[in-house]
């Protein structure tokens, strides 16, 4: 028998390094209150299905102004840990672990926050300070072998000629590479209508924040503030 089925034109599908990445044409649309999905198949068999949602249509404020991070945290969590994760309940879970500070519910959590979070579930591996070359390393490695970083990066273009990070403080999650020089990022925000970007690694490891991970660890400073912002995060290896 003949197969006539066609493929689903509405399914952008990349393949590089062995990795497969589909997206639908939804997950290039950023202002929909609901997720988008990005199914990711790695060459050992297994399946990782990513969850990234739009912080402008969350009904919380702080989420909606300052939710990146939440929801590149959920990103993680949702695929790595339990796909029921939201951003929401990430939100009031956090407060469980976190230091009490001053206005503390309207601060963006940064990623020494997040690492405290994912202590609870995996092992990571962290990157503080370090050189362009340290930081090309640490995301290219992992990206390459499909596994997600989570980074806090500022004024860094996307290939559609918007910034990824509009001129701030941004975080976002790296889940694999297009080719050699063209990183995948899931984005919370919906500045340019999309949640799937494509991003230059030499525009991304000179945007990317990297000091500040250690001082927010050890002096409890989980939120936002001058000292405590970057850094770059990811699992171990992933435990499905």
Not at 108 to 131: F, H, K, W
Not at 167 to 189: C, N, P, Q, W, Y
Request: glycine share 8%; with cysteine.
């Amino acid at each position: 028998m003949t197969d006539t089925t066609k493929p689903d034109k509405k399914i952008m599908t990349i393949e590089y390094n062995g990795i497969t990445y589909r997206f639908s044409r939804s997950a290039f649309e950023g202002t929909k209150a609901s997720p988008i999905y990005a199914a990711v198949s790695l060459p050992d068999g297994r399946e990782l299905v990513y969850s990234m949602w739009n912080q402008g249509k969350l009904g919380f404020r702080y989420l909606r102004r300052n939710g990146c991070s939440t929801c590149a945290l959920t990103c993680v969590l949702s695929t790595l840990v339990d796909p029921a994760i939201t951003p929401q309940k990430v939100l009031f879970g956090r407060m469980k672990i976190l230091s009490p500070m001053l206005r503390a519910p309207i601060k963006p959590i940064n990623i020494a926050a997040i690492v405290l979070t994912l202590r609870q579930y995996m092992e990571v591996d962290c990157l503080d300070g370090g050189s362009d070359d340290d930081v090309r390393d640490f995301i290219c490695t992992r990206a390459k072998a499909g596994v997600p970083v989570i980074a806090t990066a500022t004024n860094v273009p996307s290939l559609y000629g918007v910034n990824l990070a509009n001129k701030a403080v941004h975080t976002f999650v790296i889940i694999g590479m297009k080719d050699e020089r063209t990183v995948i990022t899931l984005d919370s925000s919906s500045y340019n209508d999309q949640r799937v970007k494509f991003v230059d690694i030499d525009a991304l490891v000179q945007g990317v924040i990297r000091e500040g991970l250690e001082y927010g660890l050890a002096h409890r400073r989980h939120f936002y503030s001058r000292h405590a912002r970057g850094g770059l995060v990811a699992p171990k290896e992933l435990t499905l």
